[in-house]
């Protein structure tokens, strides 16, 4: 079944770095643009990035760019989220989303995520 | 980067109608087609419940609908049922190609 799995979270103390996983199954990965979107414990959701279905477009949420980035490695069907210079503020549940059109570019990559995984924990304390 | 408003709270009786608002401006609700809302019960995933403003994937309920008039985009839940208790959160595509998520809205049934 389509299937999205994260890992890499835990405890991290200001400062460093982490890189988070998103493991996809179930569709052809290469044909969507994916998400990461977060929420802080007790919060609202937050977007975080998105990449295109082909890697050639990638964006990132003020409170994050420059210092995340995101990437896909399609022989492994696999999304990533490098995060350096981690901030108290970046502790949250870490959520990747498949958005719902193929092929999507532009704005049509942000109509609607239909596809979630899990979510994994990032903690930023010392 | 976009904020957009919802009302932190609504409610309704089962078998009611409610409407959940969400407003944001000409450069993200008002300027395109790419509004989507989500579901979210405690502890659990989002979901999507509704895409380009008024579209609804596969297996979700038709009485959960989605309409947007100039900068302010809006769900709709009929009849409601006790499942339907949930935080639900709107989104928009924006000027600067980024997402901008409201801050949430707490739907209790009665």
């Known amino acids: 079944q389509v299937q999205l799995v994260e890992s890499g979270g835990g405890v991290v103390q200001p400062g460093r770095s982490l890189r988070l996983s998103c493991a996809a199954s179930?569709?052809?990965?290469?044909?969507?643009?994916m998400h990461w979107v977060r929420q802080a414990p007790g919060k609202g959701l937050e977007w975080v990035a998105v990449?295109?279905?082909?890697?050639?477009?990638?964006y990132y949420a003020d409170s994050v760019k420059g210092r995340f980035t995101i990437s896909r490695d399609i022989s492994k069907n696999t999304l990533y989220l490098q995060m350096n210079g981690l901030r108290a503020e970046d502790t949250a549940v870490y959520y990747c989303?498949?958005?719902?059109?193929?092929?999507?570019?532009?704005?049509?990559?942000?109509?609607?995520?239909?596809?979630w995984g899990q979510g994994t924990t990032v903690t930023v304390s010392s | 980067q976009s904020a957009l408003t919802q009302p932190a709270s609504v409610s309704g009786s089962p078998g009611q109608s409610i409407t959940i608002s969400c407003t944001g401006t000409?450069?993200?609700?008002?300027?395109?087609?790419?509004v989507s809302w989500y579901q979210q019960h405690p502890g659990k995933a989002p979901k999507l419940m509704i895409y380009?403003?008024?579209n609804r994937p596969s297996g979700v309920s038709n009485r959960f609908s989605g309409s947007k008039s100039g900068n302010t985009a809006s769900l709709t839940i009929s009849g409601l049922q006790a499942e339907d208790e949930a935080d639900y959160y709107c989104?928009?595509?924006?000027?600067?190609?980024?997402?901008?998520f409201g801050g949430g809205t707490k739907l209790t049934v009665l």
């Open positions: 989303a498949r958005a719902w059109k193929e092929y999507c570019s532009g704005g049509s990559c942000s109509g609607g995520m239909d596809v």
């Open positions: 179930g569709f052809t990965f290469s044909s969507y643009g």
């Open positions: 990449i295109w279905y082909d890697g050639s477009n990638k």
């Open positions: 000409s450069s993200d609700v008002g300027g395109y087609h790419f």
């Open positions: 380009d403003v008024s």
């Open positions: 989104s928009s595509y924006t000027s600067s190609s980024t997402l901008g």
